[in-house]
């Protein structure tokens, strides 16, 4: 459409130019001048404007290329014959100018998709969202308590503790829980090294100190949660 707007500025500013009308002053206060451009390309100079005539700067459009075919052949008979009666100077200039810029339409054109054979990709479902991750039901977590108390020795519960809760996450209260079921430290601290990456609200996690009366299984505990 621009380069319509061009060619169609260009032929009356030919055949005025051809002709002895006075000129007409502007109303008192207007500026006079050539006006500046208000097609989609004004901000561009130089080098940018031919690259937005070429289409980088600009969005693909579905045209009817048989009819945009003819009105360009019709639009480009018109520039070159008022080129050969009118044309001088500058006007010269500007007519090849527009030429020109049909040519660059014409490449376009060659590349855009028909209106009538155009058949868009439909677009993609949105990605699902993450799953939401849920701490281990009550009832699960006590038939795993219940399996560790009925084994004697602390490796023994770890072995039930392990092969239970692969898959599952734990609120800090509920890891508590199991920490009652080890007699020795190093026990709750191997405990917690098992489930603290699968712990949802780690900010509560200071509440695991009251399981260890030493100060060096405190540190070992102040280790394992801030790591």
Do not use: C, H
């Amino acid at each position: 459409m621009k380069a319509l707007f061009v060619a169609i500025t260009l032929l009356t500013a030919v055949t005025a130019s051809a002709q002895t009308a006075p000129t007409i002053a502007p109303p008192p206060g207007q500026a006079t001048g050539s006006a500046p451009p208000t097609s989609s390309a004004a901000g561009f100079r130089g080098d940018d404007n031919a690259e937005f005539r070429r289409g980088r700067f600009s969005t693909m459009v579905v045209v009817d290329r048989e009819e945009m075919e003819r009105r360009l052949a019709n639009l480009e008979a018109l520039i070159g014959e008022a080129f050969e009666r009118g044309g001088r100077g500058g006007s010269r200039g500007k007519l090849r100018e527009a030429y020109e810029e049909l040519k660059d339409i014409r490449e376009q054109l060659a590349d855009a998709p028909d209106v009538r054979g155009y058949n868009p990709r439909p677009t993609p479902p949105p990605p699902p969202p993450p799953p939401a991750y849920q701490p281990i039901s009550d009832g699960r977590l006590q038939k795993i308590v219940s399996a560790m108390s009925r084994e004697p020795f602390g490796e023994d519960k770890m072995n039930v503790l392990e092969g239970a809760t692969q898959d599952s996450y734990f609120l800090v209260n509920q890891v508590q829980q199991v920490l009652s079921q080890f007699q020795f430290s190093k026990d709750r601290l191997q405990a917690v090294r098992l489930l603290w990456s699968r712990v949802l609200d780690r900010q509560n996690g200071f509440q695991l100190y009251n399981a260890f009366p030493m100060s060096s299984d405190k540190a070992e505990l102040k280790r394992i949660i801030s790591g």
